[in-house]
Nanobody, 122 residues
Framework: QVQLVESGGGLVQPGGSLRLSCAAS???????????MGWFRQGPGKEREFVAS????????YYADSAKGRFTISKDRAKSTVYLQMNSLKPEDTAVYYC????????????WGQGTQVTVSP
């Protein structure tokens, strides 16, 4: 069973940066080959939304329009860790950020972390 633990959230001023980490456990050589990792977020009073995704193997990286040019998703397979580097943060980026793992990108049926709070405020 895949387990995910996020870290790196916090309070940052507008224009600042944060790097979120998602430490994964429970992957096997088989599941590494088919799983993708995603970052999602849920702001206050909003629905959960997709932010970015990356497969463990070579493949496409996807970003939400709101993340393009500011956020970068990356992975360290040796550490079973996925990162989300967030730059030029805006107040509207305030949300709980969740890491998810999905077989062939099926996150709804996959595993989710507990979330980490990101607050962007002066």
């Amino acid at each position: 069973q895949v387990q995910l633990v996020e870290s790196g959230g916090g309070l940052v001023q507008p224009g600042g940066s944060l790097r979120l980490s998602c430490a994964a456990s429970g992957f096997t050589s088989n599941t590494f080959s088919t799983y993708a990792m995603g970052w999602f977020r849920q702001g206050p009073g909003k629905e959960r939304e997709f932010v970015a995704s990356i497969p463990w193997t070579d493949g496409y990286i996807y970003y939400a329009d709101s993340a393009k040019g500011r956020f970068t998703i990356s992975k360290d397979r040796a550490k079973s860790t996925v990162y989300l580097q967030m730059n030029s943060l805006k107040p509207e980026d305030t949300a709980v950020y969740y890491c998810a793992a999905g077989d062939n990108g099926d996150y709804e049926r996959g595993s989710w972390g507990q979330g980490t709070q990101v607050t962007v405020s002066p």
